[in-house]
Each structure stands twice: as structure tokens, then as C-alpha cells.
């Protein structure tokens, strides 16, 4: 499908090539060097944040889960046994730190909700007005699609096409298992291409 084909897949963590640097940070962070963790923070705090906002759905409140996601990493990095896996394991707080906020606000968590979020990119090199209106509308109506979602099915597919995540990890982070993770992402899947059918079938 023309809109599931233009969804970037982009991976929260480091690139592979620069695992061994990142390794390094990682184990000075782990001593109190505050630059080292700086330096992690920058690395993955836009990917925790995208996480956050395509889940909380307000910008200002995945602000402070951001926040408040590294201070609770902070705390624990002498808990992070895999030190190639730290990508996974910041969404991971991320997700309980998401799940407590709404907790806090009243709001059921329901175990078997569902998640959310890709992102739609214009690829034209040289957009018209006419192209902006269109990408800006199918952005639109993939949010409204996206939104419509269960929470939880909504977190695993931001996971495996946001931050490319492979099913193992997002299966440690939702605490499913791996089959669960596998028809939950498909679901949401079947259920975006209903949810948007007839809208992009007609698009150039």
C-alpha cells in the first residue's frame, strides 16, 4: 500500500558501527561521569521522545516523561545487564513511565491495549502546494488512524516500525510473548490498511 510503503523504519540506538563508542559511554556513565551520560541522552532521547509523544498524543507531556524516563535510567544503568540492548531498555522505562502517568490521571490501563505511531515522510524532491496538502492530509489521516488503535497493539507497532526493533525486544518490552507480539502487530496492521483504505488508493 502507497501510505504503509512511505513509513520510515529508523532505529532508536546507536548505529551498529559505533556500538563499540557507545559501550565505552555506557561504562563511564556507569561511574558518574556526567559527559558520558550527557552524550547517551542526546543519542537517544529523540527516539524516547517520539516514542512518548505517539503514545501520551501531547508534546509537552511526552516532554516530562522524557525527563523523567532518564532520571530512572540514571538510577539503574548497573541494572542493564546486555550493554548492546540499551535502546530497547530506555523504551522499556519509557513505556512503565507512560503506563504510571496515566495511572496517575485516572485513566484505566488496560492490559490488553494496544499501541500506535509510525511516520509519514514526504520523499518529492521538489514538492507543489498540491503534494504539501496531500502529504499533510495523509499525515492527518494516518494519525486519526493510528489513534483509533488500542494503546498497547499501538506501542508494539511504534516499535517494530518506528525504532525498528526486532520482535524478541519488543516482546522483553511489552512483556508478551513472542507470538502475542506477532499478531498484535499484524492486527494493527489490518487494521490501519481498513482504517485508510479508500483514502490513498486514489493518490498520483
Same mark, same amino acid.
Given at each position: 500500500?502507497?501510505? =504503509?510503503?512511505?513509513?520510515k523504519?529508523?532505529?532508536?540506538?546507536a548505529?551498529?558501527? /559505533?556500538m !563499540?563508542?557507545?559501550?565505552?559511554?555506557?561504562?563511564?556513565a556507569?561511574?558518574? /561521569?556526567?559527559?558520558?551520560?550527557?552524550? =547517551?541522552?542526546?543519542?537517544?532521547?529523540p527516539?524516547v521522545?517520539?516514542?512518548?509523544? !505517539?503514545?501520551?498524543?501531547?508534546?509537552?507531556?511526552?516532554?516530562?516523561?522524557?525527563?523523567?524516563?532518564?532520571?530512572?535510567?540514571?538510577? $539503574?544503568? #548497573?541494572?542493564? $545487564? /546486555?550493554?548492546d540492548? =540499551?535502546?530497547?531498555?530506555?523504551?522499556?522505562?519509557? %513505556?512503565h513511565?507512560?503506563?504510571?502517568s %496515566?495511572?496517575?490521571?485516572g485513566?484505566?490501563v !488496560?492490559?490488553? /491495549?494496544?499501541?500506535?505511531?509510525?511516520?509519514?515522510e514526504?520523499?518529492?524532491?521538489?514538492?507543489?502546494?498540491? !503534494?504539501?496538502?496531500l502529504?499533510?492530509?495523509?499525515? @492527518?489521516? =494516518?494519525?486519526?488512524?493510528?489513534?483509533?488503535? %488500542?494503546?498497547?497493539?499501538?506501542?508494539?507497532?511504534?516499535? $517494530?516500525?518506528?525504532? @525498528?526493533l526486532?520482535?524478541e525486544?519488543?516482546?522483553?518490552?511489552? #512483556?508478551?510473548?513472542?507470538?502475542?507480539?506477532?499478531?498484535?502487530?499484524? %492486527?494493527?496492521?489490518?487494521?490501519?490498511?481498513?482504517?485508510?483504505? #479508500?483514502?490513498?488508493?486514489?493518490r498520483?
Amino acid at each position: 500500500m502507497a501510505l =504503509l510503503s512511505a513509513v520510515k523504519m529508523v532505529l532508536a540506538g546507536a548505529p551498529p558501527s /559505533d556500538m !563499540d563508542r557507545e559501550r565505552a559511554l555506557l561504562r563511564r556513565a556507569r561511574t558518574g /561521569d556526567p559527559a558520558a551520560f550527557r552524550t =547517551l541522552f542526546e543519542r537517544h532521547a529523540p527516539g524516547v521522545w517520539r516514542f512518548l509523544r !505517539d503514545l501520551l498524543r501531547d508534546e509537552a507531556a511526552a516532554d516530562e516523561a522524557t525527563q523523567e524516563t532518564f532520571v530512572r535510567a540514571h538510577g $539503574r544503568l #548497573g541494572a542493564l $545487564r /546486555d550493554e548492546d540492548r =540499551l535502546g530497547a531498555w530506555l523504551l522499556g522505562i519509557a %513505556r512503565h513511565v507512560y503506563l504510571e502517568s %496515566r495511572r496517575q490521571r485516572g485513566i484505566h490501563v !488496560d492490559v490488553e /491495549d494496544e499501541e500506535h505511531a509510525s511516520r509519514v515522510e514526504a520523499v518529492l524532491p521538489t514538492p507543489t502546494p498540491e !503534494d504539501l496538502l496531500l502529504d499533510r492530509e495523509l499525515e @492527518g489521516l =494516518l494519525a486519526n488512524a493510528l489513534g483509533m488503535l %488500542r494503546e498497547e497493539r499501538r506501542a508494539a507497532l511504534l516499535l $517494530r516500525i518506528d525504532h @525498528g526493533l526486532p520482535y524478541e525486544e519488543i516482546a522483553s518490552i511489552m #512483556g508478551w510473548s513472542l507470538q502475542k507480539v506477532k499478531n498484535e502487530i499484524h %492486527r494493527a496492521r489490518l487494521q490501519l490498511r481498513e482504517q485508510l483504505s #479508500g483514502h490513498v488508493g486514489g493518490r498520483p
